[in-house]
Every structure is written in C-alpha cells, then in structure tokens.
C-alpha cells in the first residue's frame, strides 16, 4: 500500500465520493490500493472502471490532464462530478 497526506486524500475522498481529454477506464498511475495516515486513515483502491473505499464500489472514469487525473462518477448522487489527483 502506498502512503499519502491524509489531509489531501481525505479532501480527494470527499470530491471523489460526490464524484474530455482522455477518458478512459484504466485508473493509470492511480491503479492500486492507498491508503492515508492521520487522525481518519482510509484506504482507497483505484481499479478499472471504478473506485472502492469504505466498502462502496462506484463506477468511474478517468481522465489524464498534464500531471492530473481527474476521476469521475458515472453513478450515484455525485454522478459527472470530477476529482483531480496529481501524479
């Protein structure tokens, strides 16, 4: 597992859960599991085609800006919402 700055993954969390260039369903360099240190640890897994933490699955889409990867939802309340994670 791969360590982050829990301030930043729980801001990334946040975006992600109310969740162009290239979409794609391959989550690139996020592919994996991550998990975050701090006072909230959580552990988020980038697969093809969607996104799990605290054990909700959804369906997603990736896109590459520059050194961005913006994850959108396809489903759910946040659906088309969108969530920059630097490389």
Request: aromatic letters at 4%.
């Amino acid at each position: 597992m791969r360590e982050t700055n829990s301030g930043v993954m729980t801001v990334m969390v946040g975006v992600l859960l109310m969740l162009g260039a290239c979409s794609r369903n391959s989550p690139g360099p996020l592919e994996g599991t991550w998990q975050t240190t701090g006072l909230d640890p959580m552990v988020i897994e980038f697969r093809d085609g969607e996104s799990e933490s605290f054990g909700v699955i959804e369906k997603v889409r990736y896109e590459e800006r520059g050194n961005d990867v913006i994850v959108h939802s396809k489903s759910g309340i946040c659906q088309g919402d969108g969530c920059a994670l630097p490389q």
